[in-house]
């Protein structure tokens, strides 16, 4: 897949975006400085944040937990967030350490079925010199998922399905979709979320 830059300038894939994007809150300072103290190599650095955001953080979803968690700090605090909650967290460490990364998106079933409707599912495309820009996935995995760290062919969470109307989005965003935040913002638990999350960009 051809990706699809919003800016050509890489900047605007490393600022902070208030209440979502923050690098100096109290945990994530101390992810990014746990991070660094392991290695200097920015593709080990990007491995690392990935690895944080996939597996420390569980799903809501997956424990049926009914917090929503929306910033960085606050999926840190509770440890867990869905989809977009993983990528606001991947994000914001990745940025605090002056590697660009962007948001991206896919429009997936609800439930597995048509019938079910859709929803949009978040994810990441990151920058790194030499290599360029390329997606992960720091959904979670599980029994039938298997996000992985790789650039030459990805290894994202959900295989797209287009004959069932899902569609994979070839947009590299600078900031979160507004209508996904507004969604998260809007809803008191992780139930009325499941529902009102956008079906499309």
């Known amino acids: 897949m051809e990706l699809i830059l919003e800016s050509q300038n890489l900047t605007d894939y490393l600022a902070e975006i208030p209440n979502i994007i923050d690098f100096n809150t109290p945990l994530v300072h ?20 990935f690895e944080i955001a996939r597996d420390e953080i569980q799903h809501s979803f997956d424990i049926e937990s009914k917090a929503v968690s929306i910033s960085a700090e606050e999926t840190l605090n509770s ?19 002056q590697i660009p990364c962007g948001f991206c998106y896919q429009r997936v079933l609800r439930k597995g079925t048509v019938e079910s409707g859709y929803a949009l599912h978040g994810l990441n495309a990151v920058y790194l010199p030499r290599i360029g820009w390329f997606r992960l996935d720091p959904r979670g ?24 109307g899902e569609i994979d989005y070839p947009n590299i965003f600078t900031k979160p979709l507004d209508s996904v935040i507004q969604s998260m913002l809007n809803s008191t638990s992780t139930k009325e979320l499941f529902f009102n999350r956008p079906t499309s960009i």
């Open 30 to 49: 101390q992810k990014v400085k746990w991070i660094k103290a392991q290695t200097n190599e920015p593709i080990k650095q990007a491995e690392l944040a």
């Open 79 to 97: 440890c867990e967030g869905i989809c977009f909650a993983k990528a606001h967290l991947l994000a914001t460490l990745l940025r605090a350490m």
């Open 141 to 164: 995995n599980k029994k039938g998922i298997d996000s992985q760290f790789l650039i030459a062919t990805e290894k994202l969470a959900y295989p797209i399905r287009e004959e069932l």
